[in-house]
């Protein structure tokens, strides 16, 4: 057994919506010790530049390695958009983003070869998307669009009704999606608005997150270098947050699908 194999997986989003991959990775590897942190003082990433997302997903990595680690999972979709380079170069573990394998999880559903995507603003504008899904198969025709409207209204629970019906054909109709059978949802928060998505874009359209296929490749990394968690292991659940914890345990319960006793808060420190 490898001596680092009950060591963490970290964790780290923008704040609530990464919860959606951490319950992924939670129902995929559920002996696994982790340690999740939303900086919720400095949510939205979505909206702020490249030089920024940069700079806190680094004083978010640096928080988590005060844990002892194995691997650094970035579950904000807009922070491996934009920062998932300067993570791998600065970081003494393994660092697995969101994008690639979302991206390679619809390269291999489309059958049309067409792919929509929809994301954040700043994550459509890195072209990370774009590029990962060019890279997984370059024959593909891409599209993508900014939906920043559906964070708010994920973090308020309002995924169902009129409210977010018109929100979603407002984004997605007028032939955004024509000929396109694959739809990727770009964002920690849109798989909490699926079934509303899906309304907007029709039967034919399959709908990829990449929470899911996140978490089958870092099970995989895992696996492949002897890390995996001995059956048995106590799966330790650790929640940190910058700001204060009320507004973070109130919404967490509704990204999970279950209730969280409560979480830590930290400081980061920015360089
Ligand atoms: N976590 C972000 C993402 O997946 C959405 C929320 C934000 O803008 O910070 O891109």
Redesign the pocket.
């Known amino acids: 057994m490898s001596p680092n194999s009950r060591a963490a997986i970290g964790v780290f989003?923008?704040?609530v919506?990464?919860l959606t991959v951490f319950k992924a990775l939670a129902e995929r590897l559920p002996h696994e010790r982790m340690v999740y942190l939303g900086d919720t003082a400095r949510?939205?990433?979505?909206?702020?530049s490249p030089e920024v997302v940069t700079r806190y997903s680094l004083g978010c990595a640096r928080e988590l390695l005060q844990h002892e680690l194995k691997a650094l999972v970035v579950?904000?979709?807009?922070?491996?958009?934009l920062a998932l380079d300067a993570l791998e170069a600065q970081l003494p573990v393994p660092v697995v983003g969101?994008i690639a394998p979302g991206a390679a999880a619809a390269a291999a559903a489309t059958k049309s070869r067409r792919v929509a995507v929809i994301?954040?603003p700043?994550?459509i504008a890195s072209g990370a998307y774009q590029r990962a899904l060019h890279e997984a198969r370059a024959d593909l025709e891409v599209r993508a669009k900014a939906c920043?409207l559906f964070?708010p209204l994920a973090e308020e629970g309002w995924t169902q009704g009129d409210v977010p019906r018109l929100v979603a054909r407002e984004y997605l109709g007028q032939g955004f999606v024509d000929g396109a059978d694959t739809l990727v949802l770009?964002?920690?928060?849109y798989p909490l608005l699926r079934d509303i998505i899906a309304e907007a874009v029709g039967p034919k359209v399959t709908l990829v997150d990449s929470a899911h296929a996140t978490a089958e490749h870092v099970a995989g990394l895992l696996e492949k270098r002897g890390l995996l968690a001995p059956v048995g292991n106590a799966p330790e659940r650790h929640f940190l947050v910058t700001d204060t914890p009320a507004r973070f345990v109130e919404i967490a319960g509704r990204f999970l699908g279950q209730p969280i006793a409560g979480a830590q808060q930290v400081d980061l420190k920015l360089a």
């Open positions: 989003d923008s704040g919506g990464g949510v939205p990433y979505g909206t702020k579950a904000c979709n807009t922070a491996s958009a969101v994301a954040t700043a994550t920043p964070v770009g964002c920690t928060h």
